[in-house]
C-alpha cells in the first residue's frame, strides 16, 4: 500500500541517501521535474539544483547528515529548481529524515510541489507595495 501512494502522489517525492544520491524519484518528480526514474535513480541531487545554490545547499546537507538535525522541521521551504529542460522554476517542500537505530541518518525525503505561481504572485504583490511607498514618499517631500 505504502508503494501505491507514493506512486499515486501528485506531488514530488523524491529520497536521497547520505551521500546525496537519488535513491526514490516517483511519478510526481517525473512530472515536476522532466526527468524519468531511470534518469534520476543514483544521481547526485544537483539534478534539481541550480548550480547558484548546490554550495549551499551541500553545507547545509553535510550538517544534517553529521548531526541527524533539521533546523527546518516541518516548515515549508521554498527554493528554486531545475527542470530537465534547463528552466528555473520554485518548489515548495518540506523534508524528513529516516534514521537507523543508531541515530545515524540513512536517508532523507522530500515532498515538493511546483510553487511558481504562488511566488510570482507574491513578487508582484512586493513589487507594487514598493512602487507604492516610493510614491508616497514622493508626496511627502513635495509637502
Request: proline share 2%.
Amino acid at each position: 500500500m505504502h508503494e501505491r501512494i507514493i506512486r499515486e502522489a501528485a506531488d514530488a517525492i523524491v529520497l536521497a541517501g547520505a551521500d546525496g544520491k537519488i535513491m526514490l524519484w516517483n511519478p510526481g518528480a517525473e512530472r515536476m521535474f522532466g526527468f524519468t526514474e531511470k534518469e534520476a535513480l543514483g544521481q547526485s541531487l544537483d539534478l534539481i539544483i541550480p548550480e547558484k545554490y548546490r554550495e549551499r545547499h551541500w553545507v547545509g546537507f553535510r550538517e544534517v547528515m553529521r548531526t541527524g538535525k533539521t533546523h527546518y522541521g516541518d516548515q515549508v521551504l521554498r527554493v528554486p529548481a531545475l527542470r530537465k529542460d534547463g528552466s528555473r522554476f520554485s518548489i515548495a517542500f518540506t523534508v524528513g529524515l529516516l534514521k537507523r537505530s543508531d541515530g545515524q541518518v540513512e536517508a532523507i525525503f522530500a515532498v515538493m510541489r511546483d510553487d511558481t505561481d504562488a511566488f510570482n504572485t507574491q513578487k508582484a504583490l512586493r513589487d507594487r507595495v514598493k512602487e507604492l511607498e516610493q510614491a508616497l514618499e514622493g508626496t511627502k517631500t513635495k509637502v
